[in-house]
C-alpha cells in the first residue's frame, strides 16, 4: 500500500526545483562546510576588516602560523580567499564581500 501525498502537484514540484542535486548540492555542502571550523570562521572575520598575511593573522587570532597557513590553503582552495604576494610577504583577502555577508547573515540570525 503506497502512502498519498498531502501536498499538491504544484508545491510538489516546486520542491523538487528548489532543492539542489548533483554537483550543485555538492557545492553548497562545501561552501557551508568552510563555517564549521572555529578557526576558519576567526579567519574569515578578520579578513572581512583587512586584508592581512599570516603572520598578523597568527598574531591578531592567537593561533600559531602553522595553523593558520594550513587554514588558508584548505580556504583558497575552496574559493574563499585570495592571495596576493607583494616581495616575500603574501596578503589574503576574501575572494568576495557575500563571504561576509554570509558570516553577518549567521551573526544576526543567532541575535548577536
Known amino acids: 500500500m503506497s502512502q498519498m501525498l498531502l501536498l499538491d502537484k504544484r ?19 562545501c561552501f557551508f562546510s568552510v ?13 572581512a576588516i583587512s586584508e592581512l598575511c599570516v603572520t598578523d593573522l597568527s598574531r591578531i587570532l592567537n ?8 587554514q588558508l590553503r584548505f580556504l583558497k582552495s575552496a574559493g574563499i580567499v585570495k592571495s596576493i604576494r607583494q616581495g616575500k610577504i603574501v596578503f589574503y583577502s576574501l575572494m568576495d564581500d557575500s563571504i ?3 558570516l553577518l547573515k549567521g551573526i544576526e540570525f543567532l541575535g548577536c
Do not use: C, M, W
Open 63 to 70: 593561533i600559531n602560523q602553522t595553523t593558520v597557513s594550513h
Open 100 to 102: 561576509n555577508d554570509v
Open 35 to 47: 563555517f564549521s571550523d572555529y578557526t576558519r570562521v576567526k579567519i574569515l572575520s578578520a579578513l
Open 11 to 29: 508545491t510538489q514540484s516546486l520542491i523538487e526545483d528548489y532543492v539542489p542535486q548533483g554537483d550543485i548540492l555538492e557545492g553548497v555542502v
